[in-house]
């Protein structure tokens, strides 16, 4: 098991940015792919981006390409979500999740389901103002 705790969170308004950090336990954590996801009031949780173990690949929705950008540091153990232009529409709690398969290679696809990633963290709120 991977313990995760996210940190960063904050009220910002339109236009500005915030980074994303999410601290994980454990001498494996340079093996597994990580994820961003975050959930709006009374909305699902949703895929935001992920990267590979190695950090070679990231990958992202639609509606932060271009804004945000997802990183590791994995002799910290870290991931990070670097987010700018942020807009009232990403007022969410963001969290991160680890995706427990040493070394995966395969479909991107399946680092976009929630169902997938095997640890979570308990979410750190950003809150977008107009």
């Known amino acids: 098991q991977v313990q995760l705790v996210e940190s960063g969170g904050d009220l910002v308004q339109a236009g500005g940015s915030l980074r994303l950090s999410c601290a994980a336990s454990?001498?494996?954590?340079?093996?597994?792919?990580m994820g961003w996801f975050r959930q709006a009031p009374g909305k699902e949780r949703e895929f935001v981006a992920a990267i590979r173990w190695s950090g070679g690949n990231t990958y992202y929705t639609d509606s932060v390409k271009g804004r945000f950008t997802i990183s590791r540091d994995n002799a910290k153990n870290a991931v990070y979500l670097q987010m700018n232009s942020l807009k009232p529409e990403d007022t969410a709690v963001y969290y991160c999740?680890?995706?427990?398969?040493?070394?995966?290679?395969?479909?991107?696809?399946?680092?976009?389901?929630?169902?997938?990633?095997?640890?979570w963290g308990q979410g750190t709120q950003v809150t977008v103002s107009s």
């Open positions: 999740a680890a995706f427990r398969t040493p070394y995966y290679s395969g479909s991107y696809y399946r680092l976009t389901n929630l169902h997938e990633y095997d640890d």
């Open positions: 454990g001498r494996t954590f340079s093996t597994y792919d």
